[in-house]
């Protein structure tokens, strides 16, 4: 459609998530339109992202070192373990400042339907990093949908019996929210784990 | 939030136009899973579209040659002019395979909010091109939307008393929308039943 170099540029925007034909056009006119180097700074931060992050050798987090800042922080403690599917959960849960203990990335979720069982999860991963002991709490972290929950029960029955207490976030109506715009599934989450308020 | 390079990357990309924060981190995330082979292509695309993509001397269209293919193509009528906004409409119009003139890329339309006036248009290069009388009309095929006939009458005045046959895309196209998302049936349409403008 377009002359070589833009249609090429076109085509690669097009593979990226969540960029269709008409926003790769979009972008690529944008590409064209801005200093070369700002186009220079992109194409140099996506090689580098590739060149230099590497994923943490313990807890599949990204990170630039062989072991992350968060693995590698002696401030944390190491009893309590939260498992999350991906990096980008890891970042919203330290957003918090709820949580001082230590993370583990699965990389996903179980997902029969995408081809992605157990064996394609850091699990195995896992099993080798409470085997010490020093693990007292498991919060499994991952996404309150069906692959979520499913992966979830799967990694619970598998630390059944290995005496570490296993924990699920709350489920229940959003803070902030309005009750009249949950969904019917959040509002019965947020009945069954309702709590006593002392007055 | 994310390490360095992961977040550089998040930055640079959510620069892009229709890429926010959420979108800039899942591609972010995508490229990290990528081939790095596939991450250098995008990268060197973006290099070269700066690199190799002028535009056209004649026409404004963007062009790896100093003239474009639709000014050298030889079996093209130089009879007829259409004048676009933007290069993508040239792909637009293009693509109904009605037109079989030439183009003039305006590079962009007359909008005074955001500092556009006719003198950032290609207006000067277009009256120089009619100056040697043999173009016979001329389509104006600005967007149809407030720049976009703002900028047609203002050139329908200009071409007044030329002698030249000024015509406006047909509507059909619906009003307020953006040249670019029309459809193919409809754009061709609109070319068909283009109406002599009365300036």
């Known amino acids: 459609m ?3 170099a833009v249609q090429d540029l076109i085509d690669e925007l097009g593979r990226l998530p969540g960029v269709g034909p008409k926003s790769a056009q979009r972008i690529a006119f944008h590409v064209l339109a ?3 180097e700002e186009v220079e700074r992109l194409s140099r931060a996506l090689t580098d992202v590739k060149a230099k992050v590497r994923f943490c050798e313990i807890c599949g987090n990204v990170s630039e070192q062989p072991q992350c800042r968060i693995c590698t922080d002696t401030r944390r403690t190491s009893d309590i373990l939260c498992v999350v599917e991906e990096p980008k959960d890891v970042v919203s849960i330290e957003r918090t400042r709820e949580f001082r203990g230590r993370y583990h990335v699965l990389g996903g979720a179980i997902n029969p339907i995408d081809g992605v ?3 394609d999860l850091r699990i195995r991963e896992l099993m080798t990093r409470l085997a010490d002991g020093q693990v007292e709490e498991v919060i499994l972290a991952t996404d309150p949908n069906i692959e979520g929950e499913a992966t979830a029960t799967y ?5 059944r019996g290995m005496g570490i207490a296993v ?3 709350a489920s229940g109506l959003p803070v902030g929210g309005d009750l009249e715009y949950a969904d019917e ?5 947020a009945f069954e784990g309702r709590r006593r308020v002392e007055a």
């Open 2 to 4: 377009y002359e070589g």
């Open 34 to 36: 801005s200093d070369a």
């Open 117 to 119: 069982g157990p064996d």
């Open 155 to 159: 990694l619970a029955r598998m630390l």
């Open 167 to 169: 924990s699920r976030l």
């Open 185 to 189: 599934v959040t509002l019965g989450r």
